[in-house]
């Protein structure tokens, strides 16, 4: 059974930064890809970051270059780094473990991914 737990969500003002992490217990973030959602209130949830177990990175338009997603294997946890953050950033934030190694089309859906963490939210206003 795969366990998935994320943290470090909270309030932030514009243009502030916050670390999402996310630790899945029984799956090893070495060997697994892993994603990020979010879901804003009223909104379908949406992808945003993903890293394949070769290393490989991928973000959404909305989020590319102020969004880094990195992983520590000696804590076995996922990052989700968070810069210069807008109040249409506010969503509540899922980390997911995909099943396998999904292909580059199926990559950046919710499907493709078989455990999910319970989120955390990310609230970003002045």
């Known amino acids: 059974q795969v366990h998935v737990v994320e943290s470090g969500g909270g309030w932030v003002q514009p243009g502030g930064s916050l670390r999402l992490s996310c630790a899945p217990s029984g799956r090893t973030v070495r060997t697994s890809t892993m994603g990020w959602f979010r879901q804003a209130a009223g909104q379908e949830r949406e992808f945003v970051a993903a890293r394949r177990n070769n290393g490989a990175t991928y973000y959404a338009d909305s989020v590319k270059g102020r969004f880094t997603v990195s992983r520590d294997d000696g804590k076995n946890t996922l990052y989700l780094e968070m810069n210069s953050l807008k109040p249409e950033d506010t969503a509540v934030y899922y980390c997911?473990?995909?099943?396998?190694?999904?292909?580059?089309?199926?990559?950046?859906?919710?499907?493709?991914?078989?455990?999910w963490g319970q989120g955390t939210r990310v609230t970003v206003s002045s």
């Open positions: 997911a473990v995909a099943a396998g190694s999904p292909i580059m089309s199926f990559l950046k859906t919710a499907p493709a991914y078989e455990y």
